[in-house]
């Protein structure tokens, strides 16, 4: 008989002859019955001028065991080094600092703003979660994770119920979770708002603490039409325990010129005053978010929102769009756009004013200050003949922050003030399932 | 800002149809569900909970680190 | 909770019965046990519509190529033999997809050996019919003497076709077709005696079930196949066969010679994007002999073999 792939083809020429266009698209009965589904994503992400920079692997695993039920498993592994602003500010002559450790000292060249340079970590990340159906029209799902870095460790849980009304038009779920962390900063956690302390001297540094997280998740989903689902969530988060980051500090500054105090170290040391920070040992967040997608022929816009308010006085709004293009057959690109806008929490400081007593909380972390950032980027996306799809994105996140007027003072004005981010984000995936 | 916001919601679930399970062929397709790039997801989540204030919202986190 | 319809009486009787998540509609046609599973996202009612309008697609099918009745399609060009005829629309591509077959198994499967019937009886029994006998037929079987130029068809005098190879594997996916046209993207099983198609898949995700029969063992089924779309289709011997010193005769003919495959499997089951894709294969497959299982696998489609 003629060779095998040539009956294959043959035969299916004949039949979609015999039966008619409707039976013409290929319609494979195995493309479905993948029971294993792989997920993997490389990802670069690199900020400018010598900061953090980040490769992690990702491999997400999903087995479907049918009739609903699910068991999926997600690895990271990431190396993180380079620099992270400290907190402390620019000065218009060198810096020199004492490491976490306590054990050396690092200095910053005049201008400058100050990089906390000995950051070096990786970090090993654990994720299961199993769902299956509880009852005609509920879905259960619990998960668990760990993950382990050299001064943090993770464990957690989360259980969630869904249902679905109306032919499966709308669905409610409700979800708990549940985290442990265990922080054991490198040289000890510091006293909140004590002073960086020469090398070898680590009587301001206390041992390891800890922090407890409480999620509460309320989602609704709802069909609004053929082409269109929306999804809306409320959720509320508590977390308690040791919410400072060990490593940020506060530099104190003349009330005039706004300059930092300078010292004079023993041996090796810091040379100006410089207090780590203090944050409060409790945050309630609340957070609406709200995502569409919606179909528009083959291509798919996706919109999102969300607006979170805590009680660090911290407000943010996010807005995210992307529109999925597809190219030709088998592949696709889609641009994507997020703004973010943040203000700065209520014991957010630029710096500490010599002389005037201490607030209770104090950080300069620009994290929590006022800032917007902006990403830009696109997703390309080839699916090959066997199903499996490799993928890259690309992404410029620039994030620009403002200090607020009253706290610039003196010579600070005359520098860069707010430490500004902006970090390139490369990463390709490959997923397949057999 | 927040009432506009519910306002918002409220107007767009006013408009919504049933569908019918024999009319989701658009909704069936991968790219249309909401979890359709989960590792993306979990990516973008882990990169703005360190670098930003906020974080989550469209779902539980995949776990903490001590990137904030 | 079982819900029951009966929609008519007597031999064209169709009952419609609710069963755990699907609506079960039979009917017998073809000379088969027919059912439609109808995913239960619709009414009674339009389970009904549904299971009426594919049992309505069996019996015409059935009735327009049956060679047993008078004035069907194929009884009237095997009454004409000899002369030219016309045939329609449908009939012409049935011809057309009988032709690709015959070409793709060099000739084995023939739609023109139906008149080895007249030496072959496979009922169980012990006659094998003797060479004298298959040699005076022969002249008789050969696509090769047939004339088609569609739509005209040229039978030489006293040659038959009969679409009994194809036929239900065609009217399964026909009437798959008109269920999907009846109720857009409803996920409905058509099972013609065996021969599936399932045009849809099911909306919550779950494929149909579909057991196949071991051939040694009638009644108890062996293997499970989860089919989320896409056609079904068995060729065996199981309960047609004559057994003669020892030897199983299969009822599968290769029409080059008018014999009986040699060391044809007893059964062979196959899936594929149609029904009547997976009984061609079936069809080539037994025809290969004792290379089907060869056969089978560079085909790269899911199969069983007994």
């Known amino acids: 008989m003629t060779g095998n792939d040539d009956i294959g083809a043959k035969l299916a020429a004949a039949a979609c002859a015999l039966l008619g266009t409707a039976v013409c698209a290929p319609a494979s009965a195995e493309e479905s019955t993948n029971a294993w589904s792989i997920d993997s994503s490389f990802l670069y992400y690199g900020e400018s001028d010598g900061r953090v920079q980040d490769v992690s692997a990702i491999v997400a695993a999903q087995r479907d065991f049918g009739d609903q039920r699910k068991l999926s498993a997600t690895l990271t592994a990431d190396t993180l080094t380079g620099a992270s602003a400290s907190g402390a500010i620019a000065l218009d002559g060198p810096q020199t600092f004492t490491s976490p450790s306590g054990r050396a000292t690092y200095t910053t060249p005049a201008g400058e703003v100050p990089l906390d340079d000995t950051f070096h970590d990786t970090r090993f990340a654990l994720n299961a979660t199993w769902s299956q159906p509880l009852a005609e029209l509920y879905t259960l799902s619990a998960g668990a994770g760990f993950s382990t870095e050299y001064d943090y460790r993770h464990l957690g849980a989360n259980v969630s119920l869904a249902r679905d009304f109306n032919k499966r038009n709308t669905t409610l779920s409700a979800g708990l979770a549940w985290s442990q962390d265990d922080i054991d900063p490198v040289g000890g956690a510091p006293m909140p708002l004590s002073q960086m302390l020469d090398v070898g001297d680590q009587s301001h540094k206390l041992g390891s603490d800890s922090k407890t997280v409480l999620d509460v998740l309320v989602g609704f989903t709802q069909v609004l039409d053929r082409a269109t689902v929306l999804r809306v969530n409320y959720s509320y988060s508590d977390s308690s325990g040791y919410l400072n980051d060990p490593y940020k500090v506060l530099s104190v500054v003349d009330p005039l010129t706004g300059d930092t105090i300078t010292r004079v170290p023993a041996e090796e040391g810091p040379t100006g005053v410089y207090l780590y920070e203090s944050r409060p040992d409790k945050r309630a967040k609340q957070s609406v978010y709200a995502e569409m997608k919606r179909a528009f022929g083959a291509r798919v816009l996706r919109v999102a929102y969300r607006f979170m308010t805590d009680d660090w006085g911290i407000d943010s709004n996010t807005a995210e769009a992307s529109l999925r293009w597809p190219l030709g057959a088998s592949s696709y690109i889609e641009p994507q756009l997020r703004y973010y806008t943040q203000s700065h929490a209520d014991f957010y400081r630029a710096s500490l004013i010599d002389g005037e007593p201490l607030p209770q909380y104090a950080s300069a972390d620009f994290r929590l200050g006022d800032f917007d950032a902006t990403t830009v980027g696109f997703k390309y996306g080839h699916r090959m003949a066997n199903g499996s799809e490799w993928n890259a994105r690309f992404e410029y996140y620039q994030q620009t922050g403002s200090i607020p007027s009253q706290q610039i003072i003196g010579n600070q004005a005359n520098r860069e003030q707010y430490p500004d981010l902006s970090a390139v984000i490369v990463q390709f995936g490959y997923r397949f399932g057999f | ?68 | 909770m079982n819900a029951s319809v009966s929609v008519r009486r007597g031999p064209c009787a169709v009952t419609l019965v609710r069963d755990r998540d699907h609506w079960a509609g039979r009917f017998v046609a073809m000379a088969s046990p027919c059912d439609v599973l109808i995913e239960d996202v619709v009414s009674q009612m339009q389970a009904k519509q549904i299971v009426d309008a594919v049992a309505a697609c069996a019996w015409r099918i059935e009735k327009k190529f049956s060679r047993y009745r008078p004035g069907s399609v194929v009884w009237d060009i095997n009454d004409t033999a000899g002369a030219v005829v016309a045939v329609d629309d449908e009939t012409a591509s049935l011809l057309d997809f009988a032709a690709t077959l015959t070409q793709l198994s060099d000739g084995r499967f023939d739609i023109t050996s139906g008149v080895l019937r007249r030496a072959w009886t496979f009922d169980g029994g012990a006659r094998i019919p003797s060479q004298e006998q298959i040699d005076a037929l022969l002249p008789l079987v050969g696509w090769n003497k047939v004339q088609w130029n569609r739509p005209s068809l040229l039978l030489g005098p006293g040659m038959q076709i009969d679409f009994g190879g194809i036929g239900k594997e065609y009217a399964v996916d026909t009437a798959a077709a008109l269920a999907n046209r009846a109720a857009p993207g409803v996920s409905c099983l058509v099972n013609f005696g065996g021969d599936v198609a399932v045009v849809n898949a099911r909306q919550d995700g779950q494929p149909w079930r579909v057991g196949v029969e071991r051939p040694d063992r009638l009644g108890s089924t062996a293997e499970m196949v989860s089919l989320h779309r896409g056609g079904i289709a068995t060729s065996g011997d199981s309960r047609r066969f004559v057994q003669s010193s020892g030897r199983r005769y299969s009822h599968i003919l290769d029409a080059r010679t008018g014999w009986p495959v040699e060391r044809a499997p007893r059964s062979v089951t196959v899936v594929a994007d149609t029904c009547t894709q997976a009984g061609s294969f079936t069809t080539l497959a037994m025809l290969q002999g004792r290379q089907a299982e060869a056969f089978l696998k560079a085909s790269g489609h899911q199969f069983w073999i007994q």
């Not at chain 2, 918002?8 to 009319?23: D, E, F, K, M």
């Not at chain 2, 906020?54 to 904030?68: A, L, Q």
């Open chain 2, 1 to 68: 800002m927040k009432r506009s916001l519910l306002l918002i919601l409220l107007g767009t679930l006013c408009g919504c149809t049933t569908v019918q399970p024999w009319q989701r062929d658009v909704l069936a397709r991968p790219e249309m569900s909401l979890d359709a790039a989960p590792l993306d997801a979990a990516i973008d989540d882990h990169i703005y909970f360190s670098k930003e204030a906020s974080s989550g919202g469209r779902g539980f986190g995949g776990g903490g680190c001590g990137c904030n």
